[in-house]
């Protein structure tokens, strides 16, 4: 079956403008988790929806960052105000449920602020 | 918190050759998985192989094995007959039982597979 799918796969955009970065879960997948990988790191757990709300959010980095998920399938990252520093891959896994161990990784955004 | 170190920032082996890529992780909880991901050039993180920390016995996939020892927390990858295929960017990931779901990654160890 399909996997899990991000768009777009690359976005470049400049400082202070706002981004939205789309990720599609496994089909039948309820939980949903958004990580960013810096260049030469591992990456690092934002944000973990179950069904439709945010049951841990103490990864997003400041209030610039926001993401929903609001019929429990599609999520989006959104990122107000750009800075360089956001410049990264943001990675969208998804899993069965809560406590189904694996979770399954899309493609990444790559993402490059100007 | 915990915390997961590769010590490993590269290694490199040739074909058909066997390799060990270390990891070492930090954690008070005594239930949690473990888990090797590999992510080649096209950035998708590829589950490898994992572990239930419970599980006495090793959990082994193909040319894939690890040592897991609980008392170290030590959990290591053996890669067998390696293949020019392998060659990728491995981490080693940690997750509790309960609780908050999220997987927490090292470093990450470049592996580079020469013909």
């Known amino acids: 079956g399909a996997g899990v799918s991000q768009t777009p796969s690359n976005k470049v955009t400049e400082k202070g403008k706002y981004v939205e970065l789309r990720c599609d879960p496994i089909s039948g997948h309820t939980a949903l988790y958004w990580y960013r990988q810096s260049l030469g790191q591992g990456p690092e757990f934002l944000i973990y929806?179950?069904?439709?709300?945010?049951?841990?959010d103490s990864g997003l980095p400041n209030d610039r960052f926001f993401a929903v998920r609001p019929e429990g399938s599609v999520s989006t990252l959104k990122i107000q105000r750009t800075e360089r520093g956001d410049s990264a891959v943001y990675l969208c896994?998804?899993?069965?449920?809560?406590?189904?161990?694996?979770?399954?990784f899309g493609p990444g955004t790559r993402l490059l602020v100007l | 918190a915990q915390t997961v170190t590769q010590s490993q920032p590269e290694m490199s082996v040739q074909e058909a050759e066997t390799v060990t890529l270390s990891c070492t992780y930090d954690t008070s909880e005594n239930n949690y998985y473990l888990f090797w991901y590999k992510q080649p050039p096209s950035r998708q993180m590829i589950l490898v192989i994992r572990q239930e920390a419970y599980k006495q016995q090793n959990a082994t996939e193909n040319r894939f094995s690890v040592n897991f020892q609980k008392a170290a927390k030590s959990f290591s990858l053996k890669i067998s007959d390696s293949q020019l295929g392998d060659t990728a960017m491995y981490f080693c990931?940690?997750?509790?039982?309960?609780?908050?779901?999220?997987?927490?990654f090292g470093q990450g160890t470049r592996l580079t597979i020469n013909p």
């Open positions: 990931a940690f997750m509790n039982k309960g609780g908050a779901q999220k997987l927490v």
């Open positions: 929806f179950q069904g439709t709300g945010a049951a841990d």
């Open positions: 896994a998804s899993s069965l449920s809560p406590g189904q161990e694996t979770q399954y």
